[in-house]
């Protein structure tokens, strides 16, 4: 690869992330475990400074679900999917300072809208933080 290609990544990737951040922080508000919602903040930011060697849900993925699928036959850039990895990120730390600092209503309503983003992407494949990537910073 050279240094000027674009870093792609298996187009199933990012859906499942996005599974499992939706189902994270839908059972943290249904539950009521705040602790879940930093868990999630935690798993976000290190996949975002790390990278798909250091992301917990993509080694999963790798190791777990891609194996006992056929391969992936559509890819698309990294940086969309990873920037909207930031702004989850950004969203649930927020949430996770909100409530533990006793504005509950705050932190679960920042969650809930990770919650409903990640499902809208997961299932629709409407990737929010990727559109912003790409209007804003895409080229």
């Known amino acids: 690869m050279s240094a000027t290609a674009t870093p792609m990544v298996d187009v199933n990737v990012p859906r499942f992330n996005q599974a499992l951040v939706a189902l994270l922080t839908a059972a943290a508000f249904v539950l009521d475990l705040r602790v ?3 868990v999630t903040f935690v798993i976000l930011a290190v996949s975002w400074l790390g990278g798909p060697t250091l992301a917990p ?7 777990l679900v891609r194996p006992r699928i056929q391969g992936p036959t ?49 299932a629709a ?10 209007r804003t910073l895409g080229r």
């Open 36 to 38: 879940l919602v930093v």
């Open 57 to 63: 849900f993509t080694r999963i993925y790798v190791g």
């Open 125 to 134: 494949r409407i990737c929010v933080g990727c559109i912003v990537y790409e």
């Open 74 to 122: 559509e890819f698309e850039p990294a940086a969309p999917p990873r920037f909207s990895q930031l702004l989850g990120a950004l969203f649930l730390g927020a949430a996770s300072v909100a409530l533990y600092a006793g504005a509950i209503a705050l932190g679960w309503t920042l969650t809930l809208v990770v919650t409903a983003l990640a499902s809208l992407a997961a």
